[in-house]
């Protein structure tokens, strides 16, 4: 077991079943979809889910060219979730390939 696992420091995607009070409540969260780094666990519209005690660990993240990814494992300190384009995304992403270029 990885114990250096990133936790998500903020979710303000309040319409997921899994958001109490800007933290994600899951056990852990995947990331990555369609080329975006997407929450893939985003409920919307359920209510009153368990999940765990908080706060949610990043499970696997399918967005290799994030500057964050190593071998489709986030190694992040932190992340931080949030709305971008009408959809529920890792706003801590960083594309390595842009970064490289700048």
Do not use: W
Not at 14 to 25: D, E, L, M, P, Y
Not at 60 to 87: P, S
């Amino acid at each position: 077991m990885v114990s250096d696992i990133p936790y998500i420091r903020d979710c303000t995607v309040t319409g997921c079943a899994f958001n109490v009070r800007r933290g994600c409540r899951a056990e852990a969260i995947t990331l990555g979809r369609e080329g975006r780094p997407a929450c893939k666990t985003f409920l919307p519209g359920a209510t009153n889910m368990r999940g765990g005690n908080g706060p949610a660990a990043v499970g696997a993240c399918a967005m290799y060219m994030c500057l964050h990814n190593r071998d489709l494992m986030c190694i992040a300190y932190r992340i931080k979730v949030g709305i971008r384009q009408g959809r529920a995304d890792c706003l801590t992403f960083k594309n390595r390939y842009k970064e490289a270029t700048n």
